[in-house]
Nanobody, 126 residues
């Protein structure tokens, strides 16, 4: 049971990056997934979430219209466009402990996520 995030890097303001989170373990196929980020000196914050069947998505206001979360059988993606310096952070993918969207209504709450990837650094230069 693993989550492996990748795709981070250094990008200029206004640029784009796509993060990937590969997961192994059949239980993740039925779990809602999310992305969080943590900037230096700040608390971890919710970015986006997607239901187990990709039927619904949910975004933080700060990224709505710029970021898109998606998933396929074994990977969750975060397409990030129009990046700015405030997006600089370590980005983490996570899977909710409950399955079949039983805690979807709490998707912005990190405590419902029982599995976390190792994080990937995104740095946006101005």
């Amino acid at each position: 049971v693993q989550l492996q995030a990748s795709g981070g890097g250094l990008v200029q303001a206004g640029g784009s990056l796509r993060l990937s989170c590969a997961f192994s373990g059949s239980s993740f196929s039925n779990a809602d997934m999310g992305w969080f980020r943590q900037a230096p000196g700040k608390e971890r914050e919710f970015v986006a979430a997607i239901t187990w069947n990709a039927g619904s998505t949910y975004y933080a206001e700060s990224v709505k219209g710029r970021f898109t979360i998606s998933r396929d059988k074994n990977t969750v993606y975060l397409q990030m466009n129009s990046l700015n310096s405030e997006d600089t952070a370590v980005y983490y993918c996570a899977a909710q402990s409950a399955i079949y969207s039983r805690t979807w209504y709490r998707s912005s709450d990190h405590s419902v996520y029982g599995y976390w990837g190792q994080g990937t650094q995104v740095t946006v230069s101005s």
